[in-house]
């Protein structure tokens, strides 16, 4: 009977273990996604900055080459867009020195480092005590299982960050055969790319937008103006 009790507690505290691993694999490999797109960002976020900046300096180049004199609505166009420019850098500035992103993706690289190793460790443990330990001490499981929950919880409150649903999102669908019951290529393909597309658009529209949109807005109204008004460079 107690033997019997011994060998049910064991099964209990196993399935405990691989339930912990487990959850520390998602949050290790959830974490690595949010590193990784909190450092896109932040790459992003310089890269548009520098982009505006390069903006604001071709339109001060281009205006001091108009005739003034036939150029009105032009020239207006030019102040216009330069005080735009200008709010964008100032807007993108203070979200990047405020956010932190690239000192926030590192803790959490350096965090998703951490419990990948601890992941390890439970796993490597796991074999071993499938393999002797369980005969040495059948007792012995539930002091590990402690040991490694508050190993996990002290990783947990050691970095402020946490990664966001679309992390876990990308994690699964970059692992469909852990998460998903269905073994369909073609619908795991569209899974995953709809998680990217969705991360993509969400995550780097504003700078899609700083980058490429905005200029092509700016260009566009400047060129309809400039040969409305026929407009003449300075010689």
């Avoid at 900046?53 to 036939?70: D, E, G, M, P, R």
Wanted: proline share 2%.
């Amino acid at each position: 009977m107690n033997g019997e009790i011994s060998k049910n507690f064991q099964e209990k505290q196993l399935e405990a273990l691989r339930a912990l691993r487990r959850t520390i694999w998602i949050t290790g490999g959830s974490r690595f996604y949010a590193a990784t797109r909190l450092k896109r960002k932040n790459i992003f976020s310089i890269t548009s900055i520098s982009f505006l900046s390069f903006y604001s300096i071709v339109l001060s180049i281009i205006q001091t080459n108009i005739n003034l004199v036939n150029c009105f609505i032009t020239i207006k166009l030019f102040t216009i867009f330069a005080v735009v420019l200008s709010i964008f850098i100032l807007v993108l500035s203070l979200l990047e020195s405020s956010q932190d992103y690239g000192i926030k993706g590192d803790r959490l690289y350096k965090n998703a480092q951490k419990l990948t190793k601890l992941h390890r460790k439970i796993e490597n443990y796991e074999s071993y005590y499938l393999d002797i330990g369980s005969q040495e001490n059948p007792y012995e499981l539930e002091d590990v299982l402690k040991k490694y929950n508050k190993k996990y919880n002290s990783l947990l409150i050691e970095c402020p960050e946490n990664h966001d649903t679309e992390d876990y999102e990308l994690f699964k669908a970059d692992n469909p055969k852990d998460f998903f019951t269905e073994d369909n290529k073609f619908n795991n393909f569209i899974r995953v790319s709809r998680i990217f597309i969705k991360s993509r658009i969400s995550n780097d529209w504003l700078y899609v937008f700083c980058i490429v949109i905005l200029p092509l807005i700016i260009s566009y109204c400047l060129y309809v103006a400039y040969h409305k008004e026929n407009c003449q460079l300075l010689n």
